[in-house]
């Protein structure tokens, strides 16, 4: 999602990060091979907009919501239990695709 992208962006500049390391995460993902992001349109930030009021939800993740039920998804891959509060919406933590002998050295923040 190009929304997530310019976070990311933003939050290198806010760690210090100066702009040919901004350059160079940019156009690592231009050329990431089977990279799709999805581009959101002022239409999306309108029904994020709603999914903030339907579900409780902040800004970024109703426009994932959003960029999600463009795209046909029903799954996400996230910590963010706040995702449990949408219907129909199945919220995977990482740890649960990784075979259990992985996970008992895992450290989850």
């Not at 939050?11 to 992001?37: H, P, Q, R, V």
């Not at 995702?83 to 990482?94: A, G, H, Q, S």
């Amino acid at each position: 999602m190009d929304f997530a992208v310019d976070t990311i962006v933003i939050t290198m500049e806010n760690y210090g990060e100066k702009w040919a390391e901004s350059k160079t995460f940019l156009s690592f993902l231009l050329g990431y091979e089977g990279l799709l992001i999805h581009f959101c349109t002022l239409f999306d930030r309108i029904v994020a907009a709603n999914y903030m009021g339907n579900f409780g939800l902040d800004f970024d993740d109703a426009l994932a919501l959003q960029a999600m039920n463009e795209n046909g998804t029903e799954n996400i891959m996230s910590y963010d239990k706040h995702f449990d509060r949408v219907p129909d919406m199945k919220r995977i933590i990482p740890e649960s695709l990784v075979p259990q002998r992985l996970t008992q050295n895992l450290i989850v923040r």
